[in-house]
Nanobody, 113 residues
Framework: QVQLVESGGGLVQPGGSLRLSCAASGSIFSINVMGWYRQAPGKQRELVAL???????NYADFVKGRFTISRDNGKNTVYLQMNSLKPEDTAVYYCYLSPPDYWGQGTQVTVSS
């Protein structure tokens, strides 16, 4: 059993920053991928960023240069630093861990003036 606990969402003005955290606990493979997906109202869930246990990253084009994903393997925690936030970044952000496929409960990010 694996649990993913997210934190750090909230309301921010356009151009602002937020940092999301996700701590994993339970039976976790040492070689894994963690990351973030998001889902806006009326839209499908989409990839935001992934990072492997070896530090290899993958970003969606729409966040390149604005978001940075990182992780602390000792704490089984992944972070998402979000800068230059835009209203279109508003969504529920879900933490992800593989293998196999685990999801967090989601944290709301709202970008609005």
């Amino acid at each position: 059993q694996v649990q993913l606990v997210e934190s750090g969402g909230g309301l921010v003005q356009p151009g602002g920053s937020l940092r999301l955290s996700c701590a994993a606990s339970g039976s976790i493979f040492s070689i894994n991928v963690m990351g973030w997906y998001r889902q806006a109202p009326g839209k499908q869930r989409e990839l935001v960023a992934l990072i492997s246990s070896g530090g290899i990253t993958n970003y969606a084009d729409f966040v390149k240069g604005r978001f940075t994903i990182s992780r602390d393997n000792g704490k089984n925690t992944v972070y998402l630093q979000m800068n230059s936030l835009k209203p279109e970044d508003t969504a529920v952000y879900y933490c992800y861990l593989s293998p196999p496929d685990y999801w967090g409960q989601g944290t709301q990010v709202t970008v609005s003036s």
